[in-house]
């Protein structure tokens, strides 16, 4: 079997399927309610599949510190000023042994109801992804359910000592936790002595209201205070730290749950060496289980890569951040070409992407305002190589994230702090019906043109493995082509040969693009075996004539691309 391109639908289960539209800012879950495992029915995964998907990745299933009273399930409480909203944040771990209570329809049943919500994923013919928060927990860690025989995180540490090869934490002797803000709630003040180091590397016992402060950094072995750059690991089974084989043991037993793969959360500020450790050991028992890094350094890509195993990085330097300048108007289309030189010799480990939970919404204020304005970008996202895509759950129904949600401010983010939900993935929900019926006309085209255009990923051939040519080069400035504007490039395999367009203008535009001798030598086409052509997005037969060192003529809607497919007779 021929492998997919894989196609990604990041979804927050906190989010879909949560039908109480109070969305009270500041809300309690009483008040605003939380979307639950269960709302990923048979028929909610299997709509998600005949969008063109073949992966779903659940964002924050992992149980996370919360304000949301669950003692009476034996759950430990956590103080409300290391809380990040009345939800809490889902990269602030608190148990990497259970799931989200939020998220249970009963509670005492969470495990079993994620353990069902896995076979109803593969059944549907997806597979399925989760985080894998490795840099940092809540401050509060507890677990409640780990398995026998298991420590704690923090349990045996040394805590006279800022630094320990096993210790779990980084420690402040003699100091206690002192954040610049009020830590008291309600005459009840956090205490924390000694102080742990924060998160996001704040090595100091007093985090600002802008640091992780929710959160604290794990060690894995490097003695940062004292500048090590590397952990104290020289390959013997005796120098592994603690931490690793913690961690090695939490991936196993998801792993063994038959989860497909682990998005890794701020793997970078992880050790290269730790991923290089692990990741190999891990696929030992579970070959086929993917990891996917969140690296925002291109320095790092292929040590990461290479060294660390990782089978995928997030393209958000590079191809995220210039397709959203170009939709923005701040970049010319001709700047993609250097994103794709960037990383040629790695591209097909990139994934490429628009929005995510961190990402401000298309549709934002602070984006482009309009979702129509990203579907060149969207295209050239989708189908510029065979390496994956992912789509954050909206986006393809033009979500605005204005909401200020609680925690969360209007800042054109969909929150995931707060108990809320979003009206256009309630619209889809339609209380579990899983339909068009209550989106907007403007919802229904956008999602229409996402699926034809996810659903090319894999139906066409030339997209889901064929070879890659820029026609940027040879289509300089002119009256019939704009490379500050519009951007070209085809793609090939067997009888199928793709040109494809896209326009970032906000006017209609017949373009001229000019095809070069060498891209019919580069892809061995011989242009007269040529027997049709048809506009896929539309499903339109088009001119079937191409000639070598000549011109092909495109009308380009504004803010829109174009994919013209020609046939050749088989050899």
């Known amino acids: ?134 840099n940092h927990v809540a401050r509060q860690y507890y677990s409640d359910v780990k398995p026998e025989g298991v420590l704690d995180l923090g349990e045996g540490d040394n805590r006279e000592v800022p630094f320990d090869r096993n210790n779990n934490f980084y420690y402040f002797p003699g100091q206690l936790f002192f954040p610049e803000f009020d830590v008291t709630v309600n005459g009840d003040t956090y205490y924390e002595f000694p102080a742990k180091a924060t998160g996001n590397d704040c090595f100091s016992a007093h985090p600002c209201r802008n640091d992780w402060y929710e959160t604290v950094k794990l060690n894995y072995g490097m003695d940062y205070l004292n500048g090590g750059c590397h952990p104290l690991f020289d390959g013997s089974a005796s120098s592994v730290p603690k931490t690793w084989f913690q961690m090695l043991a939490i991936l196993q037993f998801w792993a063994s749950k038959r989860i497909d793969g682990f998005r890794c959360d701020m793997a970078e500020m992880v050790p290269v060496e730790f991923w290089e450790w692990l990741i190999p050991l891990l696929k030992k028992d579970f070959p086929n289980i993917l990891f996917i890094a969140e690296v925002y350094n291109p320095d790092q890509y292929r040590n990461y890569l290479r060294k660390g195993k990782f089978d995928y990085l997030y393209n958000k330097v590079g191809l995220y951040d210039t397709l959203r300048a170009i939709v923005c108007g701040h970049q010319t289309a001709r700047a993609i070409t250097g994103c794709w030189q960037a990383v040629d010799d790695i591209h097909a480990q990139m994934l490429n992407f628009l929005e995510n939970h961190d990402e401000q919404r298309i549709a934002s204020g602070f984006f482009a305002g309009d979702a129509g304005k990203a579907i060149p970008a969207l295209v050239v996202s989708a189908t510029l190589f065979q390496n994956p895509l992912m789509i954050y759950a909206g986006q393809e129904l033009g979500e605005k994230g204005m909401d200020a949600e609680g925690f969360s401010g209007c800042d054109g983010r969909t929150t995931i702090f707060d108990y809320w939900s979003v009206e256009s993935l309630r619209n889809w929900y339609n209380n579990g019906k899983i339909n068009s019926e209550a989106l907007t006309p403007d919802q229904r085209r956008l999602r229409d043109l996402y699926i034809r255009i996810l659903v090319l990923c894999n139906t066409s051939p030339a997209i889901r493995k064929g070879q890659f040519f820029d026609l940027m080069y040879v289509n300089p400035p002119s009256d019939d082509f704009n490379p500050d504007k519009q951007f070209a490039f085809m793609r090939y395999a067997g009888n199928e040969l793709l040109l494809i367009a896209v326009n970032f203008d906000d006017k209609e535009r017949d373009i001229c693009i000019f095809l070069p001798e060498h891209a019919f030598s580069y892809f061995g086409i011989d242009e007269t075996r040529i027997l049709s052509a048809k506009e896929l997005l ?21 803010y829109h691309a174009s994919i013209c497919c020609f046939k050749l007779e088989k050899q």
Not at 5 to 15: A, G, N, T, W
Not at 538 to 558: K, P, W
């Open 1 to 134: 079997m021929e492998k997919e391109k894989m196609i990604i639908y990041q979804v927050f289960p906190r989010l879909f399927g949560n039908t109480k539209a109070t969305n009270i800012p500041n809300g309690r879950l009483e008040e605003n309610g939380s979307g639950k495992l269960s709302a990923f029915s048979p028929k909610a995964l299997h709509e998600i599949k005949k969008m063109g998907f073949t992966h779903i990745w659940y964002t924050g299933l992992l149980e996370h510190a919360t304000q949301t009273d669950y003692s009476k399930y034996g759950i430990h409480s956590d103080h409300p000023a290391i809380v990040k909203g009345k939800a809490g944040s889902p990269y602030a771990v608190k148990d990497y042994y259970d799931i989200d209570p939020d998220l249970a329809e009963n509670v005492l049943e969470r495990m079993k109801e994620l353990e069902a919500l896995v076979e109803r994923t593969h059944a549907a013919g997806l597979k399925m992804i989760m985080d894998f928060v490795p």
């Open 538 to 558: 539309t499903g339109v037969a088009v001119d079937a004539t191409l000639r070598r060192n000549a011109a092909y003529r495109i009308h380009l809607r504004e």
